[in-house]
């Protein structure tokens, strides 16, 4: 944990451009690891809640096109 720590200060000590390019070239080299993210316990919990209330018909599935076409009309 020192060398996290000791990059950290080093991250800390940069230009706010300096720092965002950090950010992004981090950023994606998790994504391409192509594993998910791990989930936090309440994400966790409010996926299963709403699967649950999926399998119990009380949320419809919509399809994808659907929702970005609603998405886009939103000012």
């Given amino acids: 944990m020192k060398q996290a720590r000791q990059l950290l200060d080093e991250?800390?000590?940069?230009?706010?451009?300096?720092?965002?390019?950090?950010?992004e070239e981090i950023w994606d080299s998790i994504a391409a690891d192509?594993?998910?993210?791990?989930?936090?316990t309440w994400q966790e919990?409010?996926?299963d809640r709403r699967e649950q209330r999926y399998r119990e018909g009380a949320e419809p599935l919509?399809?994808?096109?659907?929702?970005?076409?609603?998405?886009?009309k939103r000012p």
């Avoid at 919509?62 to 886009?72: G, I, K, T």
């Fill in 11 to 23: 991250a800390l000590s940069l230009s706010l451009d300096e720092k965002l390019l950090l950010v």
């Fill in 34 to 40: 192509g594993a998910p993210p791990p989930l936090t």
């Fill in 45 to 47: 919990a409010e996926l």
């Fill in 62 to 72: 919509h399809a994808a096109d659907e929702v970005h076409a609603r998405l886009r």
